[in-house]
Nanobody, 119 residues
Framework: QVQLVESGGGLVQPGGSLRLSCAAS????????MGWYRQAPGKQRELVAA???????NIADSVKGRFSISRDNAKNTVYLQMNSLKPEDTAVYYC?????????????WGQGTQVTVSS
């Protein structure tokens, strides 16, 4: 079994910054893609950013130039640096990892962390 634990969410004023972290633990042989998604009230979950094990990234147009994703493979951790935050970035942010747990490659999700952008 694999667990993803997110941290770093909170309340921030417009124009501010936050850094989210997501650490994977458990039976991990390797981690392929990792990513961040978000879901605002009344909306579908959407991809924010993803990163491969080799470091290639995919950033949603809505956050390009403001958000960046990175990972530390030695720590099985993925980060989301969020700058110039806007009220429309308010959502629950979820971490996702595609993990080889020794039996299969499975997709795991974190529990979510709330990000609220408000003055």
């Amino acid at each position: 079994q694999v667990q993803l634990v997110e941290s770093g969410g909170g309340l921030v004023q417009p124009g501010g910054s936050l850094r989210l972290s997501c650490a994977a633990s458990g039976t991990i042989f390797s981690i392929y893609s990792m990513g961040w998604y978000r879901q605002a009230p009344g909306k579908q979950r959407e991809l924010v950013a993803a990163i491969t094990s080799g470091g290639s990234t995919n950033i949603a147009d809505s956050v390009k130039g403001r958000f960046s994703i990175s990972r530390d493979n030695a720590k099985n951790t993925v980060y989301l640096q969020m700058n110039s935050l806007k009220p429309e970035d308010t959502a629950v942010y979820y971490c996702r990892a595609d993990v080889n747990d020794g039996a299969a490659v499975r997709r795991y999700w974190g529990q979510g962390t709330q990000v609220t952008v408000s003055s």
